[in-house]
């Protein structure tokens, strides 16, 4: 089934008692036992429940992935993976993190032993030296969050492959409509399904979807144990805003090309950071690996100062200013102090999320709209 098809129907099952055809919310915390220990596979909540599985059912549909479990956050997925290591175990990540991700890495998890190398991996060669007998996995985040960069998600298999490494890419800002890293060879694909999954910024959710048996097993038991698992109403406003993810993210890619190309060309403005433009370092890359550019856009403002980048920032009428990505609604955000403050000034500073940075996550709004809020809010 192609991608649209499998969006809509994947993981609907008509309801057996009604035949109801949206898989209902079924809001219980535990089920009835006919004798002690027989069920109907059902026993409580945290572990299984039918409108969750049906969304998981669906997202790994999507990434082309036999299994999913979804968690009540994007930071709670990774925090599930990161949950696979112990004490003295090495991890090379990606030097250009969402935030909360960077955050988890060394505020939470470094205390508990496990050692981070941040490296730009857009150069997966620069792997290789942080390779040793401790390392055991590989975290790539592509696009990179804000500054558009993209890591070869091929290469950076074919290292962990060869090195018996677990190589996990968050794909959250490309979505499974522009890019499916489990067919490039990742052995894990995380999601903020806050994002373009979810669509409509409404629901705080994640997602792991892999292909391999004893990994799910471990990922699942990882949920069941700690806990961070999602309602099942959120599990349903999700089934519900997938239903069109096909179509919102070629309004995202058409929007959101107009938008980078006017932007290049404006004069108060010294960088845009798109992979759909030849010019990007990574273009062959990305048009190699994915099968649109998205509407994610960095710009940096001529004007260097924070007080002009505050005064841009909060000058648009349609654009909203707000953390967060990848819903129907265009949205700002100025990555130095909202998203990105959790990362030190030096470390942001080096990977280019300077002050006058600011991040479009654009929409899905009439673009003639949203060029014209970008012309006044610069002007
Ligand atoms: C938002 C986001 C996360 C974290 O997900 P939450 O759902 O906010 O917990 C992780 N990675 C990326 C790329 C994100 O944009």
Redesign the pocket.
């Known amino acids: 089934m192609k991608f649209g098809t499998k969006a809509i129907h994947a993981g609907a099952h008509p309801d057996p008692s009604t035949g109801a055809i949206m898989t209902p919310i079924y809001q219980t915390s535990t089920y009835v036992q006919e004798q002690p220990g027989k069920n109907k596979g059902y026993g409580y909540a945290r572990g299984k429940n039918p409108t969750r599985e049906a969304l998981q059912e669906n997202i790994a549909a999507l990434e082309n992935g036999k299994y999913c479990v979804c968690f009540s956050?994007?930071?709670a997925a990774?925090d599930a993976v990161l949950k696979l290591l112990k004490s003295g175990d090495e991890v090379i990540a990606g030097n250009d993190l969402?935030g909360?991700?960077y955050r988890l890495f060394t505020k939470i998890y470094e205390s508990f032993g496990i050692v981070f190398h941040f490296v730009d991996i857009t150069k997966p060669e620069n792997i290789l030296p942080y390779i040793n007998s401790k390392t055991k996995l590989i975290w790539a985040?592509t696009p990179t969050?804000p500054t558009m960069q993209i890591v070869d998600i091929v290469e950076c298999a074919n290292i962990a492959k060869k090195n018996n490494l677990l190589f996990v890419v968050?794909n959250?800002?490309a979505s499974p409509y522009l890019q499916n890293p489990l067919d490039l060879g990742a052995d894990i694909v995380m999601h903020?399904v806050?994002?373009y999954l979810g669509g409509h910024s409404d629901v705080?959710?994640?997602a792991l979807i892999t292909n391999r048996a004893e990994l799910h097993e471990k990922i699942y038991f990882i949920l069941n144990s700690s806990g961070a698992n999602p309602g099942p109403m959120d599990s349903f406003l999700v089934l519900r805003g997938i239903k069109t993810l096909h179509i919102r993210m070629e309004r995202h890619c058409f929007n959101g090309k107009l938008i980078a190309e006017y932007l290049n060309k404006h004069p108060k403005i010294e960088k845009v950071y798109w992979p759909g433009f030849e010019s990007h370092p990574n273009h062959d890359v990305a048009k190699k690996q994915m099968r649109g550019f998205g509407g994610m856009i960095s710009i940096v403002l001529k004007e260097k100062s924070i007080e002009n980048t505050f005064k841009v920032a909060s000058s648009f009428k349609v654009f909203s200013l707000a953390e967060?990505?990848g819903g129907v609604e265009s949205l700002i955000n100025h990555p130095a102090t909202m998203t990105h403050a959790a990362i030190p000034k030096e470390e942001r500073e080096k990977s280019g999320v300077v002050d006058s940075l600011l991040r479009l996550s654009v929409g899905i709004e009439d673009v003639e709209d949203l060029i014209a809020d970008l012309e006044q809010a610069l002007s």
């Open positions: 956050s994007g930071v990774t969402y909360g991700t985040e969050n968050d959250t800002f903020s806050t994002k705080v959710m994640g967060s990505l």
